[in-house]
Nanobody, 121 residues
Framework: QVQLVESGGGLVQAGGSLRLSCAAS????????MGWYRQAPGKQRELVAS???????NYADSVKGRFTISRDNAKNTVYLQMNSLKPEDTTVYYC???????????????WGQGTQVTVSS
């Protein structure tokens, strides 16, 4: 079993910064891509940013130039540095990891419990 534990959400004023962290633990052989998604009430979950094991990144257009995703492979941890935050960034953010297990074929998607980010105007 694998757990993804998120931290770093909170309340910040517009223009401020937050840093989200997500640590994966458990029976892990390797981690392929890791990423952050967000989901507003009544809307579909959307990709915010992702990063491969080799460090290639992908961002939603709405966060390019403001958010930076990074990972520490030794710690099985992914980070999301969020700068110049806007009120429309307010929602719940979820960590995602695509994990290979020892002795099992195929990769499995895991999700964190979600962390609330609130940006006041």
């Amino acid at each position: 079993q694998v757990q993804l534990v998120e931290s770093g959400g909170g309340l910040v004023q517009a223009g401020g910064s937050l840093r989200l962290s997500c640590a994966a633990s458990g029976s892990i052989f390797s981690i392929n891509a890791m990423g952050w998604y967000r989901q507003a009430p009544g809307k579909q979950r959307e990709l915010v940013a992702s990063i491969t094991s080799g460090g290639s990144t992908n961002y939603a257009d709405s966060v390019k130039g403001r958010f930076t995703i990074s990972r520490d492979n030794a710690k099985n941890t992914v980070y999301l540095q969020m700068n110049s935050l806007k009120p429309e960034d307010t929602t719940v953010y979820y960590c995602n990891a695509i994990i290979l297990h020892y002795g099992l074929p195929g990769a499995v998607h895991y999700w964190g419990q979600g962390t609330q980010v609130t940006v006041s105007s």
